[in-house]
Every structure is written in C-alpha cells, then in structure tokens.
C-alpha cells in the first residue's frame, strides 16, 4: 500500500503564494504519475495538475495555468504544488493522488491512491 501526506494548506490572501506538498510512504516503487486535485464545497473534485514519473509531462487545468507549478523530487518521494496569484476561487480542499499505470490521469476516479486532503482558503 501507499499512503499520501499533504501539508502547506491555509488562509492565505487574494493575490498571495502557498506550497503544497505531498509525501508518499509505503509502496512508493509503485507510485509513477501523480497529481494534484481540489474540491470546494457543493462541487466535484476537480483535476488541477499532473506530472509524470520522471517529469518529462506536465498537464494543467486551465484556471490555474501559468499560477500554479507542479513538481516532484522522487530521492524524498514528494510532489509540490506552488500556488501563486491565488484568487478566492482557488479556496477548496487540495488532494493528491497517485496512479500505477504510468499513464498522466485527468480524472479522480482513474488514480489508485489519495491522501486525506490540506485545506486552501483564499480571502478577498
């Protein structure tokens, strides 16, 4: 099994920066796309970013591209999401997740593993 850690979550301003991380223990030579979601309240999780194992592919959503970066450092088994020009918008549970096929997933249901999830909150 693979268990998922997210931390960096907060109350941040409109207009400021926050840095996810996510830490992968367990199973981790299991681990190769991963990806980060969001989900506000009353909607569906929604795709944000996706690097793959060697992060050669890179795939944003739309309303985050150019603010938002992916990344991973695979020595410390971890996956970041660095947040900039945060909007109110943005505010929502963060999740990440991890696929074993090796293919980049855009879609929730698709990925093996999540974590519990950091909260996001961006005040106007």
């Known amino acids: 099994q693979v268990q998922l850690v997210e931390s960096g979550g907060g109350l941040v301003q409109a207009g400021g920066s926050l840095r996810l991380s996510c830490a992968a223990s367990?199973?981790?030579?299991?681990?190769?796309?991963m990806g980060w979601f969001r989900q506000a309240p009353g909607k569906e999780r929604e795709f944000v970013a996706a690097?793959?194992?060697?992060?050669?592919?890179?795939y944003y959503a739309g309303s985050v591209k150019g603010r938002f970066t992916i990344s991973r450092d695979n020595a410390k088994n971890t996956v970041y999401l660095q947040m900039n020009s945060l909007k109110p918008e943005d505010t929502a549970v963060y999740y990440c997740?991890?696929?074993?096929?090796?293919?980049?997933?855009?879609?929730?249901?698709?990925?093996?593993?999540w974590g519990q999830g950091t909260q996001v909150t961006v005040s106007s």
């Open positions: 690097i793959s194992w060697n992060g050669a592919s890179i």
């Open positions: 997740a991890a696929d074993r096929s090796g293919n980049i997933q855009f879609v929730a249901v698709l990925y093996d593993y």
């Open positions: 367990g199973r981790t030579l299991n681990i190769d796309a």
